[in-house]
């Protein structure tokens, strides 16, 4: 059974960082893409960010590059999520996901899915 368990969640003033850390475990982590998405109220679920199984081939939403990074742990089974010079609009739950295979910016291809950590940035 595969469970990915989010953390690092919190609230935040707007310039201020926080590190989210998502831990897989049931998973074959060296073959998982890795990808982190988000839900505000009332909004859709969107693609934020995603590294391949070799901790590869970084990519960022435009919202977030330069200020977002993720990097993925093989002796901890668990990928990082450092987000710095935070903003109102980054408020959300962030989930993180993970599937077997190449990196994917869409959500329906990941099949392994946390519970989501909730971010709130406080302006």
């Known amino acids: 059974q595969v469970v990915l368990v989010e953390s690092g969640g919190g609230l935040v003033q707007a310039g201020g960082s926080l590190r989210l850390s998502c831990a897989a475990s049931?998973?074959?982590?060296?073959?998982?893409?890795m990808a982190w998405f988000r839900q505000a109220p009332g909004k859709e679920r969107e693609f934020v960010a995603v590294?391949?199984?070799?901790?590869?081939?970084?990519h960022y939403v435009d919202s977030v590059k330069g200020r977002f990074t993720l990097s993925k742990n093989h002796a901890e089974n668990t990928v990082y999520l450092h987000m710095n010079s935070l903003k109102p609009e980054d408020s959300a739950v962030y989930y993180c996901?993970?599937?077997?295979?190449?990196?994917?910016?869409?959500?329906?291809?990941?099949?392994?899915w946390g519970q989501g950590t909730q971010v709130t940035v406080s302006s």
């Open positions: 590294i391949g199984r070799d901790g590869d081939y970084p």
């Open positions: 996901a993970g599937r077997i295979g190449l990196p994917s910016t869409s959500l329906d291809d990941y099949y392994y």
């Open positions: 049931g998973l074959t982590f060296s073959l998982a893409s």
